[in-house]
């Protein structure tokens, strides 16, 4: 028998480090894992025997076995599920499909404890976690409806071999070389503890192998078919593990029976953390779905609309039939009523928390709020609903807010939901353009989620307020009466006292010193104590929406902007006074491209010319000094 020498992918070779230096608090942790994997075989068999009844060769009662050996120090876990051949052995346990896996290991790298990160089944490579327990593991495994059988094996410290071997009957067989310190696991009543905690609720027999008599490990029928009064909260948390390969507790469960024109079974997980992988485009959910306990697919996206892919669990039903094809799945009428009760049922429960769990919600929403957002522009049936849950930091405070709470406190004479989007909430909350809407006490929503520039211009309105970015024009700052009265007449004074200082000669010299780099010049009323600011055009693109753009290379060049500067500001008054007596003056034409870099700079911008900016700036301050 000749055996290939294989080095694991580089990304395995550091999990393993980290696994073998106790990445799980809890060592038990490893047979939960190993279980869950066998069940899944057993699952992915069941389903592939309902088109190909003979793949179950005279086996069709899966089980998933146990065995012992105190004396060699070894124990091994079997299945007679789908199998694997070479290929699946080396795709499976040599490297790591899962893209999420390489920010887990950055994030578990850089963490002060890595072993209180308790997050490595999230990425589905749980088979790794028996190098916790031992110094070599060796995987036999045939796969069904295949003559070869095929042995791994590896000590975990950088390389596996692969040969051919025999094995009778289909199925893997996990075999772990415990190390000394971890023989407890050879003990029978050790393992009927971990078994009755951990997975209880898998759907197929875990038998301990006895040489007086097999015994069953497990309660051995699928949990979502039991009352909800049978199932204890610790099975709930269990199952999730189990079919989201999470380490996390769900933060809702959400079981329930539909009856009436369609039935089905749902078994709902809302998780508490974010997976790494959450915005990877080849994320697949972790929603399975069964006929009458067969399993069918995992990760349908038939099942929830994308922007609740977070949600994990099963659902099972029993109207479609047994042979249904995953691509039968994409157009078929029963699926598209499951998925709209499955949606209504999330959305429901999303309702009740947000009414109830302020706090866990408010949780919950950081984590997945941008997920959940991006349904306010591809699900308009949902919209309304998603409208009234939303949650947003804004200017009144550190907290959040709600879009009904946001229209309650707007002020006299305010017509518009204001909000400003940025990548950094700090930023944003010191950005000049919200001067005037602080000085007026006018709140304004901060977003700082990419997706939020997509649904605002797709949405338009909440209860028929318009939704308008403070970085374009037309703000209509002084139709809208601040709580102060005496404020307000201040700022008709001081806009009476700037309207007789005339600015125009100086718009008139930025104008012809910045040329076709600004879309125009002209006074602005929300600028209090800033001396400049950009804005869009009041019917153009967000400023953040049009940089998203770029990056994206949807569009060429960020337009031209329009330049605001503030007429009370004390420089603008001085070199409005030099405009006056010279529109020629030299250093205008300087100023006015500081004026534009600092307008730029403040909007996070990169200078495209940073080497004039500096001469010019150099120069100013030469002067400033009497150099």
Not at 460 to 485: M, Y
Not at 552 to 566: G, K, Q, T, W, Y
Request: proline share 3%; charged share 30%.
């Amino acid at each position: 028998m000749t055996e290939e020498k294989m080095r694991f992918e580089a990304e395995v070779s550091r999990l393993l480090d980290i696994v073998v230096h106790s990445l799980y608090s809890n060592k038990d942790i490893f047979l939960r894992e190993l279980i869950s994997n066998a069940s899944d075989a057993c699952d992915k068999l069941r389903y592939e025997a309902i088109a190909k009844p003979d793949l179950l060769a005279g086996d069709a009662e899966f089980k998933v076995r146990l065995l012992t050996d105190n004396v060699r120090n070894v124990l091994t876990i079997a299945d007679n599920g789908i199998g694997m051949n070479k290929e699946d052995l080396v795709e499976n346990l040599g490297t790591i499909a899962n893209s999420g896996t390489a920010k887990f290991l950055d994030a578990v790298s850089k963490s002060e404890n890595a072993k209180d990160v308790d997050l490595i089944g999230q990425f589905g490579v749980g088979f790794y976690s028996a190098f916790m327990v031992a110094n070599k593991v060796e995987v036999v495994s045939k796969k069904a409806g295949e003559d070869q059988a095929w042995k791994w094996s590896s000590d975990g410290k950088g390389e596996y071999t692969i040969a051919e071997t025999e094995m009778e009957g289909r199925g893997t067989q996990i075999t772990l070389h415990l190390t000394d310190d971890n023989k407890e696991f050879t003990d029978e009543n050790r393992l009927r503890h971990i078994v009755k905690t951990y997975s209880d609720h898998i759907g197929i027999p875990v038998v301990l192998m006895k040489g007086d008599g097999d015994e069953t490990l497990n309660e051995a029928s699928a949990l979502w078919t039991r009352p909800k009064s049978e199932i204890t909260e610790e099975q709930y948390k269990e199952f999730y593990k189990h079919t989201s390969h999470a380490f996390d507790d769900p933060w809702k469960t959400i079981h329930y029976q539909a009856e009436g024109a369609i039935e089905y079974t749902g078994l709902l997980y809302l998780p508490t953390m974010r997976p790494f992988d959450l915005y990877d485009p080849k994320r697949k959910g972790h929603l399975k779905l069964y006929v009458r306990k067969v399993f069918i697919t995992e990760g349908a996206d038939e099942l929830l609309p994308p922007w609740l892919r977070f949600v994990s669990g099963v659902v099972d039903s029993q109207d479609l039939p047994l042979n249904v094809s995953r691509e039968m799945l994409q157009d078929h009428p029963l699926l598209t009523k499951i998925k709209s009760g499955l949606t209504k049922k999330v959305l429901s429960e999303l309702e009740k928390a947000a009414k109830k769990d302020t706090e866990g919600f408010e949780t919950f929403w950081e984590n997945f709020g941008a997920v959940v957002k991006e349904g306010l522009y591809e699900d308009q049936s949902h919209q309304d609903r998603i409208l009234k849950i939303a949650k947003f930091r804004s200017t009144n405070g550190d907290g959040w807010t709600t879009l009904a709470d946001y229209v309650e406190r707007m002020k006299d004479g305010q017509k518009a939901i204001y909000y400003i989007s940025g990548e950094d909430i700090d930023a944003l909350k010191r950005s000049p353009q919200l001067e005037g809407f602080a000085a007026k006490g006018i709140e304004v929503l901060l977003l700082t989620d990419p997706v939020d520039e997509f649904w605002m211009p797709s949405v338009g309105q909440f209860e028929e307020k318009d939704f308008k970015s403070v970085t374009r024009g037309g703000a209509d700052l002084n139709d809208i009466k601040s709580d102060d009265k005496d404020a307000d007449k201040d700022d008709k004074k001081d806009d009476d006292a700037a309207s007789d200082a005339s600015v125009d000669a100086l718009i008139a010299a930025i104008k012809l010193a910045l040329g076709t780099g600004v879309k125009d010049v002209r006074e602005s009323d929300r600028l209090t104590s800033s001396a400049c600011c950009l804005i869009a055009d009041e019917m153009g693109m967000d400023l953040r929406m049009e940089r998203l753009m770029k990056q994206h290379n949807r569009v060429d060049e960020v337009s031209p902007r329009i330049l605001e500067i503030n007429p009370k500001h004390s420089l603008i008054k001085k070199l409005s006074d030099i405009a006056i007596k010279d529109a020629k003056a030299p250093i205008l034409g300087d100023a006015a491209q500081l004026l534009l870099d600092q307008a730029r700079i403040l909007e996070g911008e990169a200078l495209p010319d940073p080497v004039s900016f500096a001469r010019r700036l150099d120069l100013v301050m030469e002067k400033g000094l009497g150099a």
